[in-house]
């Protein structure tokens, strides 16, 4: 009887034990699917990772649809991480088992992503059939459209995600930077006015507006829209660029410098915010500061010809051009077309002694852009007819 007992004991000790280890399991199987659905980053791609390697959940078998959305979950967790072509094939994955219009859209901002426009717009074609209803899709769509040029198509597209949808803020946002591509500022800016209305604290919205006031010459409205769109996001560093180029070209170099100063703290990696300090220090004679701040975008960003061409020029004036001229020689090498580096060359080598090469260069500068008075003035000047 003892043993009976004790065989009793040990069958019950073991019972547990699978029962504590199933329950065990079931948690880890829950925890998989929340960080597959619900998790960010690694969490996200180890759990659905682990969904589709064992097929199952909870202990059981999943589903095939279940299945699928572990797949596009696994995809949305590698398009986060920027990883497009992973995330691309997943989604080919879940359109092959189940052929969603969800996928398509999915696997078109993949493409969107990585610039193949073309085949993100044709994965776009496909979810819309699937789904005429689907805004989305029309949304993305329209953005391809767009990086392709394509204005009126895209504008086609962002009517009719709003007409869908007449609260989607994107849209409007979107279909109103068409527009300003397209020099249609007013219809821009009514699109602007829409998005803030109804959402009124949308810091890109009051830029974006701000932008298109810039364009139209209306710098106080545009002042207005940035320092609006600061306050809201302070961290803003566009909104401070353009403000600053606005006070910049009012000559009101101070605050200029102020605002390029703030973009560099929140960024220090910006550029073009060292560019244009760089263009407010020369107009103030601070000619040493303006070619620090080039030096530093230069560095950043060795590839743009306005930036050796300003360079040159701020040493030119700084009465040093011999040091400019290697600058002015690379502007040209890098923009061969450019009448402005042209015009800085013969500006250099004239005051360096070499009156032929100045005039060379003053003619190319003329053939490139006959209506600017300078290179005529300047041929003038050396006795030339331009």
Known sequence: MTRLLHAFALAALILLAVLSFDARLAVVRADDKADCTKGSGDFQLRGCSRIIK??????????????????????????????????????????????????????????????????????????????????????????????????????????????LNPKYVPAYINRAITYRMKGQFDRAIADYDKAIKLNPKYANAYYNRGNVYDGKGQYDRAIADYDKAISLSPKHVPAYINRGNIYKNKSDYDRAIADYDEAIKINPKEDVAYYNRGTAYEKKGQFDRAIADYDKAIKMNPNKASRYNSRAWAYFRWGKAAKGLPDAEKALRLGPESYAAWDTLGSIHEAIGDKTKAIDAYRKANSLDPKHEMSRENLKRLGVTP
């Open 54 to 163: 064992s097929g199952r959940l909870y202990g059981k078998p999943s589903s095939r649809k279940k299945l699928t959305v572990t797949y596009y979950a696994r995809g949305i967790a590698y398009s986060k991480k920027g990883q497009y072509d992973s995330s691309g094939r997943l989604y080919g994955k879940t359109i092959r088992k189940e052929n969603l219009a969800v996928d398509y859209y999915a696997r078109g901002i993949a493409y969107s992503k990585k610039g193949q426009f073309d085949r993100a717009i044709a994965d776009y074609d496909k979810a819309i059939k699937l789904n005429p209803k689907f805004g989305n899709a029309y949304y993305n769509r329209g953005f391809a459209y767009r990086k392709k040029g394509q204005f009126d198509r895209a504008i086609a597209d962002y009517d009719k995600a709003i007409s």
